[in-house]
């Protein structure tokens, strides 16, 4: 079989990461590349001669001699871009969230399936070693009964135009509970401000609920005097502590724990705890960009499901969207679809 020929739309923030790590994925090759600034398209075709440059994106993702498209654009044109690529036969990878809204993205898996197209979003986190090894925790039943999720992801900027602050730092964490926890929420309640005045808030908090005693929690801001990227995951047996701005021991195991003695009296509360050893693991040290672009080259060579595939991205979405309809009903419980 051919190398994967593949098309790259968008320059900016992640789009040069992306197109770093593809050129070191196997069995694929960046033939072409689109944006809007002509003297980014310039810079890349020195960088990597030969590469076929766009100023029009709904060209390049015409061009009968790709396979794949790579969309790393804002959100607002996520769909209509992921459509025309489905529509023309190519294989999609989407920036996160996969699109603004449950129906588009709804449309897009139907698109998918009926052209047997691999449609996938990248959600890098999914893909890092520290997340990769959390799962295997949990699968193993190392920490036992996943009881609760605390994620506090805050920085100072940068403020986005066309979404909130939930669409833009939430995904990460949503999807890696949706990756690494087996239920789904049921319900969604999120409070936010916004301080702009441009109706798109800077500061929210978002609860998910399930039908059994597990709850998650988000704190999401631009506005923070400093950046944090922390997870606390808490089971029955022992606890996580995921610290991204770590350089090294990004996980940490707790033997941590407590029991709730329930044959007490009602008016009393006895609760047993019990504190041991702190345990660091190993952690890959493989880029977790390289993991999503093997992925996708492995998943349309092997015709195989991806691990951020599309249905994972429309979960993230479901609780985005639930979740907007809440701030914008001063927190009320949504439920979700």
């Known amino acids: 079989m051919k190398d994967i020929q593949i098309g790259l739309i968008g320059l900016g923030y992640w789009g040069p990461n992306l197109i770093r790590n ?18 980014k398209l310039e810079k890349y075709k020195n960088l990597y001669p030969g590469i ?4 029009n994106a709904e060209t390049l993702i015409k061009s009968k001699n790709l396979d794949a498209i790579v969309i ?3 959100v607002f044109t996520h769909f209509p871009l992921a459509k025309v690529a489905l529509e023309n036969d190519k294989h999609v990878l989407v920036e996160k969230p996969m699109a603004s809204s449950i129906k588009d993205a709804e449309i897009l898996i139907e698109l998918a399936l ?7 979003v990248d959600h890098t986190f999914l893909y890092t070693g520290a997340v990769q090894k959390i799962k295997e925790l949990i699968d193993n039943d190392i920490i036992g009964k996943l009881k609760y999720v605390d994620s506090t992801r805050i920085n100072l900027g940068l403020f986005q135009p066309d979404i909130n602050v939930l669409w833009d730092l939430a995904p990460h964490d949503i999807s890696i509970l949706n990756y690494i926890c087996s239920e789904k929420p049921v319900a969604v309640q999120a409070v936010g401000i ?3 005045k441009n109706g798109m808030e800077n500061i929210a908090y978002l609860t998910l609920k399930y039908q059994n005693d597990f709850i998650a929690h988000f704190n999401c801001s631009w506005t923070s005097p400093v950046k944090i990227r922390k997870l606390l995951i808490g089971g029955d047996k022992k606890m996580i502590v ?9 996980v940490k195991l707790y033997d941590t724990s407590f029991e709730y003695n329930s044959e007490a009296e009602r008016r009393t509360i006895l609760v047993d705890y019990r504190t041991g050893d702190i345990f660091v693991p190993k952690l890959s040290t493989l880029e977790a960009l390289s993991g999503v672009t093997n992925d996708f080259v492995n998943s349309i060579i092997n015709h195989t499901t991806p691990v951020s595939d ?14 907007q309809r809440s701030i914008k009903q001063q ?3 949504i439920p979700i679809q």
């Open 72 to 74: 790393a654009t804002p």
């Open 52 to 55: 076929e440059t766009y100023n």
């Open 194 to 196: 916004c301080h702009t």
């Open 331 to 333: 927190g009320v419980e």
């Open 22 to 39: 593809f050129f070191s994925t196997r069995r694929c090759k960046v033939a072409a590349i689109a944006d809007l600034q002509v003297e």
């Open 310 to 323: 599309a249905i994972l991205g429309l979960n993230v979405v479901k609780v985005l969207e639930s979740a």
């Open 114 to 120: 009926g052209k047997d197209k691999i449609l996938m």
């Open 242 to 250: 995921y610290d991204d701005m770590e350089p090294t021991e990004k």
